[in-house]
Each structure stands twice: as structure tokens, then as C-alpha cells.
């Protein structure tokens, strides 16, 4: 349990530290636009580009993983946009949201760290595979349900054009494409700017992690929706369990991707709920409060998860497949 506590703690502490100075401080949140920049634009891809550069170039298109994952989460996202309708009466666009609240874990600022830390490099290519694939659903899934929901009307080919601008441009994706392009010819940089990007892999998740606290300390809470609970079970209990039952039964994984696939799942809701919230006007306050209720939370339940997977307690397989 030490070696749990270990693991986790000092993930936790970071974003806690950073929500206790955003909370002492009370900084404005302009503050936080260069480290979020830096963050953003350079220091989570220049980690992405680092870790999957260097990974075996065949295991980079392994579909059945790919499909196995992003199917729960567009389960996990079904469920609870499910929920949104009811407790929304019908409002799609409240429900897109609680709909990313249920789905979309904390993949970015906490997923690489995490899972490499408990699962070793073999852990890079599957967390780098749930990352990219996950973020393409949502960015996919989320402009179609709002442009639906506006009462204008659905224009696919305007629709479209932003959603794949949307994909195409994000700079954790190109960093990953470009990796890939890297993987494939066996690339690798001089010594120089090696050595920059293991500084800015090295910077990712402490940055990431202390200015996801900040962010939100300063977010609004206004108590807890009747509908919270139930995205939060989804997020945190249903999303796992159906990534260990669904990857089981898709093929023959080693224990580090599959044991990738379940930890990326049971990560609290990502701050993008928030962005994407606030980029449509909708469900922001609630959006804030979900995201601050699911990474309290998340300290026990991915610590027992962490135990689970470090006690080798979980079968790789579901026991009936």
C-alpha cells in the first residue's frame, strides 16, 4: 500500500497544491494563460512526441485496441448523454456536456504520468492510442450534438469542416502524427533538441497537474446537481469496468495494455468539460462543479484501482471470456 500511496499521492498533491494556492491567492485567471499555453502547445506534445517516437512502430496501429477503447467511451458518452436528456428534459446541448462530463477522463494532464508510472514504458503506445482516439470522438461528437441542439439547424458540411479543423489542428494530435511519421523511419533528433524534449516531458505532468488545481479553484461550485452522481459513477466506476470487460473480449492484449486502457478510464472528468462548456455558454457553473466533485473523488477511487492493478489483484482477462 506505501508503494500505492507512493504512486498516487504526490498526482494528487499537485492538483491539490494548486487548488489551495488558487484558493489563498485568488491570482486572476489571466495569470494562467502563458503556463496554460506553455502546457498546451508545448509541453504535452513535446511529451507525446518523446514517448511515442520511441515506440515500436508496429504496435502503432494496433485497430482492435483502438476500437475496443474508443467503443466504451462512446458508450460511457451514450449513457450519459442519456442521463442529460432526462434530468435536462430534452436540452441537447446541457447534455453534450454532462454527456463529456461521464466520458471524457482526464487523459491528457493525468494520463500519460500516471499510467507510465504505474505500468512502466510498455504503458506509452496504448495510453497514446486512448488519447489521440478518444479526443477524435469527442471533438467529433460534441460540435455535432451542439449545432443540433441550436435550433438553426444541422449544417453538416460547415459542421464538418469545423470538426475537422478541430482534430486535425490540436497540437497533441499533430505532436502524436508526427511522432508516428518519426516512429516509422526510425527518426530520431539531434542530441540538442533531445534533450529540450526531455525537459518538456519532464515539465508536462507537474505543470499540467498544478495548473489544473488553479483552474479549478477558480471555477464557481453551486452544490451538487441531481444528475452529478450518476455521471460520476459512470466516469468513475461503469467507465472502467466496461474498458477491462470490452478489452478483454476484443483480443489477446498484454496485461500493461490492458491494464492502460482500465486506468485511463477510471481518470476524473478532464478540465476540457469546463472549455468546452464555457466555448457554447451552456451548463458552465455545473461543468466546474463535476470536474471539482470527480477529482476528489477519484483520489480513492484510482488509489484502489492503483492497488488492484500493482497487486496484480485484476486479471487481464474478464474471467468468462
Known amino acids: 500500500m506505501q508503494q500505492v500511496l507512493s504512486l498516487a499521492l504526490p498526482f494528487f498533491g ?21 503556463m496554460n499555453f506553455f502546457i498546451v502547445y508545448i509541453a504535452l506534445p513535446g511529451l507525446f512526441f518523446k514517448l511515442i517516437s520511441a515506440a515500436p512502430f508496429d504496435q502503432l496501429a494496433n485497430w482492435p485496441f483502438v476500437i475496443a477503447t474508443t467503443a466504451t ?14 434530468s435536462t428534459q430534452g436540452n441537447i446541448r446541457a447534455s453534450a456536456v454532462q454527456a463529456v462530463a461521464g466520458a471524457y477522463a482526464n487523459i491528457g494532464y493525468m494520463g ?3 499510467t507510465i508510472a504505474a505500468l512502466g514504458a510498455h504503458a506509452v503506445v496504448p495510453t497514446a492510442l486512448i488519447f ?8 467529433t461528437a460534441v460540435p455535432m450534438l451542439m449545432a443540433l441542439g441550436s435550433g438553426q439547424g444541422l449544417k453538416w458540411g ?5 470538426v475537422i479543423k478541430r482534430v486535425v489542428t490540436h497540437p497533441f494530435n499533430i505532436a502524436s502524427a508526427a511522432a508516428i511519421c518519426a516512429a516509422a523511419i526510425g527518426f530520431e533528433p539531434p542530441q540538442a533538441v533531445d534533450t529540450m524534449l526531455t525537459f518538456l516531458k519532464n515539465a508536462a505532468a507537474p505543470c499540467a497537474l498544478f495548473a489544473m488545481g488553479v483552474t479549478v479553484a ?9 444528475e452529478l452522481p450518476f455521471l460520476l459513477f459512470i466516469k468513475l466506476i461503469l467507465h472502467p469496468i466496461a474498458a ?14 490492458v491494464m492502460t486502457a482500465v486506468l485511463m478510464a477510471a481518470l476524473p472528468p478532464a478540465l476540457n468539460v469546463f472549455v468546452i462548456a464555457n466555448q457554447y455558454k451552456v451548463y458552465v457553473a455545473r461543468a466546474s462543479g463535476a470536474i471539482l466533485a470527480g477529482t476528489a473523488l477519484s483520489v480513492f477511487t484510482v488509489t484502489v484501482l492503483l492497488y ?10 474478464f474471467p468468462i471470456f
Not at 17 to 33: H, S, V
Open 14 to 34: 499537485l492538483i491539490f497544491l494548486g487548488f489551495f494556492c488558487g484558493k489563498l491567492l485568488r491570482y486572476p485567471e489571466a495569470g494562467l494563460q502563458w
Open 73 to 86: 467511451t462512446a458508450l460511457m458518452f451514450l449513457l450519459s448523454f442519456g442521463v442529460g436528456m432526462v
Open 112 to 114: 500519460p504520468g500516471l
Open 132 to 139: 489521440v482516439f478518444d479526443n477524435a470522438l469527442h471533438f
Open 158 to 162: 460547415e459542421t464538418a469542416r469545423f
Open 218 to 226: 477558480l471555477r464557481p461550485f453551486e452544490g451538487v446537481p441531481k
Open 244 to 257: 477491462w470487460i470490452i478489452v478483454s473480449s476484443v483480443g489477446n492484449f498484454d496485461r500493461e495494455w
Open 308 to 317: 488492484l492493478i500493482t497487486a496484480n489483484l485484476i486479471p487481464t482477462r
